[in-house]
């Protein structure tokens, strides 16, 4: 602990957010300036609206002006401090001077498929870029829903074979406020209110759930997404769905399956190994117990793989074993460079589908978007970062179109 020696510094004292400061001298102990960047707690983006009223007062302004602070980082999506033009400018100083910023970072990439579907590649403080994708459908009554499918960390650790982040490997985890911000930067694109938030790009959130858990308050309360309109999914954690259930969220977990027995689901998953199949299924059959939300099945299928009817019948017999409360999503294997899975036929994919309906399961095909130009979850920022990135390199603006598994 350092020790700070005027009381010019209480709000840069304040500003780091150690809730056991005391004022009543001029000598207020705060943690290092050192560790306090290391935890990176002066962001902005990701505060509730009470947080922000206290910091306002905390800078010896009236907590209104927290209020305001809330509709310029979520409403108006202001992204510097210095733009906050509602704020004193005295205020905005201040901030400044205490090492606060809001946290947005810049797109580095935008790339558009015909059907609508935005991939962006957002590049971080560090240089990383991390994949985020807006996914526009209009529904039978011609609203259009939007769906932003968010990474929850740069690349993955847990390598599932079929999929392209893995093969990129693991850089690190993402905070909330670097979570939140790509739902704010899809709905900047489109000029429109996200509708909907699936934390199905890169990374395993069920590996980062605090940060997530962060981001999933923020996107609720501060963004106002509703609960039931998110979904988290995850390829399986030991030990992470029942921690999730005890949160009670309302919203969807969707398991990332893959197979309906483990032998091949082994084959896929490499971390299969360490989470045995009915451990997964008693975990999601406690979730729904839990939360009252149905879980979700993602099913990959893989040509030759997973996707013959027996498969389909044995994932019918061990969901039925389960209970109800399920549905399965199956979708379709989107290709990916340097891998040998193949995309299934399409007859492959109805008749897999109607096995698991005539067997009385819920089941939705997802339709693949974005697939004219290239590519799946993680590619995109394959292509342009072989961990970690070189700085500003321009020179690889490739003739890309867009890349979607989500
Ligand atoms: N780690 C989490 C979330 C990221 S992947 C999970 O595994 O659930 C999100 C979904 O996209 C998963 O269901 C995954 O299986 C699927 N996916 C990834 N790459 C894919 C590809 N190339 N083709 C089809 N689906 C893919």
Same mark, same amino acid.
């Given at each position: ?122 590049? $971080?403080?560090?240089?990383?870029? =991390? !994949?985020? *994708?807006?996914?526009?459908? #209009?529904?039978? %009554?011609?609203? +259009? ?28 985890? $993402?905070?909330?406020?670097?979570? =939140? !911000?790509? *739902?704010?930067?899809?709905? #900047?694109?489109? %000029?429109?209110? +996200? ?212």
């Amino acid at each position: 602990m350092a020790l700070l020696q005027h009381v010019s510094f209480v709000p840069l004292a304040r500003a780091m957010r150690s809730r056991s400061l005391t004022l009543a001298s001029s000598t207020v102990a705060v943690p290092s300036l050192e560790k306090a960047s290391q935890v990176d707690s002066r962001v902005l983006l990701g505060m509730s609206e009470k947080e922000l009223q206290q910091l306002a007062l905390d800078f010896g302004q009236q907590s209104y002006r927290g209020k305001q602070l809330h509709h310029l980082l979520y409403k108006r999506k202001v992204k510097e401090i210095q733009d906050f033009s509602h704020l004193p400018l005295a205020f905005r100083n201040d901030l400044q001077a205490a090492g606060w910023r809001v946290g947005r970072s810049a797109v580095y990439k935008a790339v558009t498929a015909s059907d609508g579907t935005v991939k962006l590649l957002i590049k $971080l403080e560090d240089n990383r870029l =991390v !994949e985020t *994708v807006g996914i526009p459908v #209009e529904d039978d %009554k011609g609203a +259009v829903r939007l769906t932003a499918c968010v990474s929850s960390q740069v690349g993955c650790p847990l390598r599932c074979s079929f999929c392209a982040t893995g093969m990129g490997g693991f850089s690190r985890n $993402l905070k909330s406020y670097e979570i =939140v !911000e790509q *739902v704010l930067a899809i709905e #900047e694109l489109f %000029k429109k209110r +996200v509708t909907n938030v699936v934390f199905m790009g890169m990374g395993e959130p069920m590996l980062n759930m605090k940060e997530v858990l962060g981001a999933h308050r923020c996107l609720n309360k501060d963004v106002q997404i509703g609960q039931r309109m998110m979904t988290i999914s995850t390829v399986g954690v030991p030990n992470t769905i029942k921690k999730l259930a005890s949160h009670k969220l309302q919203s969807t977990l969707a398991l990332s399956l893959h197979a309906p027995n483990q032998k091949v689901r082994e084959q896929i998953v490499p971390s299969a190994k360490s989470y045995p199949l009915d451990a997964i299924m008693k975990d999601c059959r406690d979730y729904f117990l839990e939360t009252s939300r149905r879980v979700s099945f993602e099913y990959t299928l893989l040509a030759g793989v997973n996707d013959a009817v027996e498969h389909a019948i044995e994932l019918a017999d061990l969901i039925q074993e389960w209970g109800p409360g399920y549905h399965v999503n199956l979708i379709p294997f989107n290709p990916i460079e340097g891998s040998e899975y193949r995309r299934p036929y399409k007859k492959a994919v109805l008749a897999f589908s109607a096995a698991l309906e005539s067997r009385k399961i819920t089941v939705s095909v997802r339709q693949t978007r974005g697939l004219d130009a290239s590519a799946a979850c993680g590619q995109l920022r394959n292509e342009f970062q072989k961990s970690p990135l070189l700085p500003d390199s321009d020179d690889v603006q490739s003739q890309l179109g867009i890349a979607v598994a989500c």
